[in-house]
């Protein structure tokens, strides 16, 4: 069946190093792939999102790109911020649907 | 527009008590859809109504119940608790248009002693 699998966590950064978390995903047809962000005693948030192969999702300075060819859906900021301290899920959605497989999250823990 | 709330926020529970989690939206959505969320497991999916009067089995239904009770609220119910379901559960919605974006409440802690 269709899976996600991210990178474990804590990741631990000082204030404006550079962000990479790993997704990569299993998935028959063309998923939809989405980060969401767990701030502290709250729920999901959706922070970006990519439809279709090659597509770029960008949202507060976070990118990834859709990968099919190494099925893989990578987060990434130049400059990371305390207030970006949270736990980040990757995500996919079948095609033509809205239900969702979650990866298992990773948190962010950046220091100033 | 309050979007996706849960009540209540907190619960603690003694084994075999039951109670009854609830969800409700006010973004006309027509998905609605149970989680529950334990430590380096992520979310996974108890149970989800794509209409009103429609429900379906997630990963993990086992112990849980749901109602649809119209387009605006989902129930879900705990009969006989055990200490494996504390946990943090999240109700969320979505449009239910193959576009995969859901709207998650604040969740709900809950703990089976």
């Known amino acids: 069946g269709d899976s996600v699998t991210q990178m474990e966590g804590p990741v631990t950064l000082s204030e404006e190093a550079f962000l990479t978390i790993n997704c990569t995903y299993t998935?028959?047809?063309?998923?939809?792939l989405f980060w969401y962000v767990q701030y502290p005693g709250e729920g999901l948030q959706l922070l970006l999102k990519?439809?279709?192969?090659?597509d770029k999702g960008s949202n507060k300075g976070f990118e990834a790109t859709y990968r099919k060819e190494t099925t893989s859906f990578h987060l990434e900021k130049g400059s990371v911020q305390v207030s970006d301290s949270a736990v980040y899920f990757c995500?996919?959605?079948?095609?033509?649907?809205?239900?969702?497989?979650f990866g298992t999250g990773t948190r962010l823990q950046v220091f100033p | 527009n309050a979007g996706v709330t849960q009540t209540p926020k907190f619960q603690v529970l003694k084994t075999g008590q039951s109670m009854t989690l609830q969800c409700a939206q006010d973004m006309n959505h027509n998905s609605m859809y149970w989680y529950r969320q334990d430590p380096g497991m992520g979310l996974r999916l108890i149970y989800y109504?794509?209409?009103?009067?429609?429900?379906d089995k997630g990963e993990v239904p086992n112990g849980y119940n749901v109602s649809r009770l119209n387009k605006r609220e989902f129930s879900l119910r705990l009969e006989s608790a055990a200490p494996s379901q504390t946990s943090v559960y999240f109700c969320?919605?979505?449009?239910?248009?193959?576009?995969?974006?859901?709207?998650f409440g604040p969740g709900t802690r809950l703990t089976v002693l």
């Open positions: 969320a919605s979505s449009v239910d248009r193959g576009l995969g974006e859901q709207f």
């Open positions: 990519a439809t279709k192969a090659d």
């Open positions: 998935a028959t047809g063309y998923p939809s």
């Open positions: 109504s794509a209409s009103e009067g429609t429900t």
């Open positions: 995500a996919l959605s079948a095609y033509n649907t809205d239900k969702l497989i």
